[in-house]
């Protein structure tokens, strides 16, 4: 029994070993390598090609075959390849695509370039405008053959249309974008040799070459039309790869097509017999070693650089060619200028005008590496990124605006509570110092605090011509309330000490030192004696409304008690002498 199952384990090994090497030795066929997902929408890999190609020990080269569909790609590679339609690629007579994604001969050529032995594949691909398929699914596949293909041939049928150049240029921009994705680095695509391909039943008039030079050559737009910037501007992508371009011409092999497959060489139309000669040189002398990063690929190599494309295409978000590169950068643009502008809408306006421009900086540089990392294309990016900044310049000068008014708002606000208040403390019943200039601190410094933005400068000036001339006019009239509070304190003393108190003894050595004739010259002499102590009642330490009550309280309380109870402690002799009677009023008469 255990030795049955060791047979059958081995049995089994042997099976698969055998399958395996049948499926790597039969080589002579075609194998796919890029298959679409069921949506037709993005791409996936077949290992059952890429193992063919990983045998490869050899430096490899490609040469693919791009075009429309049912426009005879499958065919064209076999008559390469010098295989018929049952041998090679299969060719379909339907109005469907017979080849799916993208397809290799198994048994590579070998040739000998520059010394270099070499392995040429041919890869068969998708035609693209054919139904149930997006534009994107046929980028993706134009693209991948554009960054795989030492050589690629652009098969059209009869002429060049504008179309073919939008759409050729369009798939360089993509290959391009997502080789430098794959690389790491903002680096130059590295374009495969261009080969035109025209097959058409006329050959008289323009040459080939003559109907590609004048297709790519840029037109004349001194108006400047938006509509040829355009055209000029799809030129200036081809630009890449419009050094290492060739034109050919082949004619329709026979009228009858349906019939080729089954048709001999001289059952052909002898002069299509000969181009076809003449293109298997052409493509043989411009083949190259497909070249990444300064290093011939081989088998496992291509393979694994094929990979990263194919994951860089499918994870990047890509425009097709029904829409433009600008319309699609044009969504990227509008997402970065809202990150620009959501990152300013955070500042809280008004702000100062260094704040402000780091805020705009800082937000710019956020905007712009965003743009960066998703951008399509090098050439339309650079124009999208042109725009984007001067679309930033634009929102930063209405945050700088808007900035200015709110600043002017809060500080004319600010203004104005200042002069309020002043206008408070110029009307105070006893006048301060000490809360005029308390008010005066406070409120210079909630201003210079509070004030911020562009219009702080301007405002700044007003508020000081302002405080100045608020704390002249405070000194000025509390210097006139000052002197009246005093001569009125003066003659309330003078009563209080005539006639309530009767210090006579006062007057009368007023009387006996001056005479009655002499008063006038004494308050003369008073009135003088205050504007001299003007800077002392003036200071702080004389302020009314902290020392007028508190002393005005304590002078009436030692006034009393000197009144009440100073006689009984001292006696008689310490009083002023009162008029209690007649006698003592004529004698001092």
């Keep these: 029994m255990r030795s049955f199952s060791r047979v059958a384990v081995f049995s089994i090994l042997v099976c698969l070993f055998a399958s395996g090497s049948s499926l790597i030795d039969n080589l002579h066929q075609a194998f796919p390598i890029i298959e679409p997902d069921p949506g037709h929408t993005k791409l996936r890999l077949s290992r059952e090609g890429l193992e063919a190609i990983e045998r490869i020990t050899t430096p490899i080269a490609a040469v693919a075959v791009i075009g429309p569909y049912r426009s005879g790609k499958s065919f064209l590679l076999n ?14 007579h339907m109005r469907d695509t017979k080849t799916k994604g993208i397809w290799v001969w198994g048994a590579p050529l070998e040739l000998d370039i520059d010394g270099v032995k070499t392995s040429i594949f041919y890869l068969d691909t998708e035609g693209f405008e054919s139904i149930g398929k997006s534009n994107v699914y046929d980028d993706r596949i134009f693209a991948l053959a554009t960054v795989m293909s030492s050589v690629l041939i652009y098969n059209l049928p009869e002429t060049i249309r504008e179309a073919d150049i939008s759409r ?24 495969a ?61 026979h009228l009858q097509r349906t019939k080729l497959c089954d048709m001999k060489d001289d059952e052909l139309d002898p002069i299509y017999v000969q181009k076809r000669e003449r293109l298997k040189e052409v493509v043989a002398s411009i083949i190259r070693p497909k070249i ?10 291509f393979v694994s650089f094929l990979e990263q494309i194919l994951e860089a295409l499918n994870k990047g978000e890509i425009p097709s060619t029904g829409s433009l590169v600008e319309v699609f950068n044009k969504g990227i643009l509008d997402r ?19 704040s402000l421009l780091k805020a705009h900086q800082g937000s710019k540089e956020a905007a712009m590496k965003v743009f960066d990392v998703q951008h399509f294309g090098r050439h339309h990016a650079k124009r999208s990124a042109e725009k984007l900044v001067e679309e930033i310049e634009k929102v930063y000068k209405n945050y700088i605006l808007a900035n200015e008014y709110q600043s002017s708002k809060l500080c004319e606000a600010l203004y104005t509570k200042c002069e309020d208040k002043m206008d408070q403390l110029q009307v105070l019943r006893l006048p301060s110092m000490a809360k005029f200039n308390a008010g005066f601190l406070q409120c210079n410094q909630s201003f210079e605090r509070e004030c911020v ?39 309330v003393m003078v009563v209080l000490g005539r006639f309530i108190i009767k210090f006579i003894l006062i007057e009368r050595h007023i009387r006996a030192c001056f005479g009655q004739q002499n008063l006038f010259i004494i308050t003369q002499c008073g009135m003088l004696l205050s504007r001299l102590g003007k800077p002392l009642y003036t200071a702080p330490v004389l302020d009314l409304d902290r020392w ?16 009440c109870y ?23 008469e």
């Excluded at 990444?292 to 190599?301: A, D």
């Design 336 to 354: 970065c200028l809202k990150l620009y502008s959501d990152r300013m809408g955070n500042i809280g306006l008004p702000t100062s005008e260094e």
């Design 193 to 253: 040799k261009l080969l035109w391909l025209i097959q058409r039943d006329f050959l008289q008039g323009k040459s080939v070459q003559e109907m590609i030079d004048e297709a790519l050559r840029q037109v004349p737009n001194a108006d400047g039309d938006k509509n040829i910037n355009q055209i000029n501007q799809i030129r200036d992508s081809l630009a890449i790869m419009g050094t290492n371009s060739t034109a050919f011409s082949l004619p329709q092999p």
């Design 453 to 491: 933005g562009p219009s702080k400068n301007s405002y700044e000036h007003r508020m000081m011509k302002m405080l100045g001339k608020s704390k002249s006019l405070f000194i000025k009239e509390y210097n006139h309330r000052l002197f009246n509070w005093l001569v009125a304190f003066s003659l």
């Design 548 to 563: 007028a009550i508190p002393l005005g309280i304590i002078a009436a309380i030692l006034v009393l008690y000197w009144r």
């Design 566 to 588: 100073g006689r009984r402690k001292h006696g008689s002799h310490w009083l002023l002498p009162l008029y209690n009677n007649q006698k003592d009023r004529r004698r001092s």
């Design 292 to 301: 990444v990063q300064g290093k011939h690929l081989t088998g496992k190599e």
């Design 168 to 191: 050729l240029s369009f798939a360089v921009e993509l290959a391009e974008e997502f080789y430098g994705r794959v690389k790491g680095q903002d680096v130059a695509f590295e374009p």
């Design 79 to 92: 008559q390469l390849l010098s295989l018929s339609c049952y041998e090679g690629f299969g060719v379909g």
